[in-house]
């Protein structure tokens, strides 16, 4: 079992920069594909992007392509997801997730595994 915690949203202005990090517990978290994932009020959760448990392929969203970076590192059983170029569009409750040997990485019902969400509110 893998226990996720998100941390480092806020608020800041458009045009900014933000890193939220998903710290995991375990020693089996080399072993899962980490996703980072959105929701906005009203809205569907909605897939950012994924890497590999090597960290050696990454995916974004067309959304946040050129202006979000996922990467990770298995000493410290943490994934990051390094946001620049903010958007008042990219406020949201970001959530990391986490899973084991699938086919496919960018829907919701892909992962075991989720964190509690952080806030990123993005301010025009």
């Known amino acids: 079992q893998v226990q996720l915690v998100e941390s480092g949203g806020g608020l800041v202005q458009a045009g900014d920069s933000l890193r939220v990090s998903c710290a995991a517990s375990?020693?089996?978290?080399?072993?899962?594909?980490m996703g980072w994932f959105r929701q906005a009020p009203g809205k569907e959760r909605e897939f950012v992007a994924y890497?590999?448990?090597?960290?050696?392929?990454?995916y974004n969203a067309d959304s946040v392509k050129g202006r979000f970076a996922i990467s990770r590192d298995n000493a410290k059983n943490t994934v990051y997801l390094q946001m620049n170029s903010l958007k008042p569009e990219d406020t949201a409750v970001y959530y990391c997730?986490?899973?084991?040997?699938?086919?496919?990485?960018?829907?919701?019902?892909?992962?075991?595994?989720w964190g509690q969400g952080t806030q990123v509110t993005v301010s025009s």
């Open positions: 890497i590999s448990w090597s960290g050696a392929s990454t």
């Open positions: 997730a986490a899973a084991l040997r699938k086919s496919r990485y960018y829907l919701p019902i892909d992962y075991d595994y």
């Open positions: 375990g020693r089996t978290f080399s072993r899962y594909t």
